[in-house]
């Protein structure tokens, strides 16, 4: 169960105490917040295809990315620990590098098609060759989370949503996600990393 103390700062307090909304905020904290993931978040985390991760750099400036596989690309490795995979991306590393010097992160799981939402809190570390990077297809890296706090939000502004399928460029077993065109603009080309596939042809 989470505390009130741990979720709430002088910030949200005061804003809290503005709206008469501190009763409010201390039931969930003790009511639906938890310091470790429960076997439905977990079922739920597993059946994700994309979540939403937010981290800052050392001085505090946030970041927010999206970030997407195949369902279960998120894996949870026990009820205080989960994994995700970094795939190929722009190349500026502006979330993986902001973990490096502020380990403090947070990810959004939202299923559009009933409005579920879950945020996990927690502290990542990046390994280049963790163990588990093998089983990740395409993945450059791995991140794992030392899950801190874990509470669901209420639904009602997430608009529905039905998936109609899922990106190509995920990366799966068997096959090889396509180049992306803007990698094979001129105005890139020239400064890919070795071995980028846009290099050939």
Request: charged content about 25%.
């Amino acid at each position: 169960m989470a505390t009130p103390a741990l979720l709430y700062h002088a910030g949200a307090r005061r804003l809290q105490d503005r709206f008469d909304m501190r009763r409010l905020a201390d039931r969930i904290a003790e009511r639906l917040g938890r310091d470790a993931l429960s076997d439905d978040d977990r079922s739920f985390i597993a059946a994700q295809a994309l979540f939403l991760l937010a981290t800052a750099d050392a001085e505090g400036r946030p970041e927010c990315s999206h970030k997407g596989g195949e369902p279960g690309f998120v894996r949870v490795l026990d009820g205080s620990r989960l994994a995700f995979p970094s795939y190929d991306g722009n190349g500026m590393f502006r979330s993986l590098g902001n973990l490096l010097v502020n380990p403090h992160i947070g990810l959004l799981f939202i299923d559009f098609s009933n409005g579920r939402r879950l945020r996990v809190q927690g502290r990542a570390t990046l390994d280049l060759a963790d163990p588990l990077l093998a089983g990740f297809e395409g993945a450059q890296c791995v991140v794992r989370v030392a899950v801190e706090q874990v509470f669901p939000n209420c639904p009602r502004y997430v608009h529905p949503m039905q998936r109609t399928g899922l990106s190509e460029f995920a990366p799966q077993p068997g096959h090889v996600p396509p180049v992306p065109a803007w990698k094979r603009s001129e105005m890139f080309r020239d400064v890919l990393a070795a071995g980028d596939p846009a290099r050939e042809g």
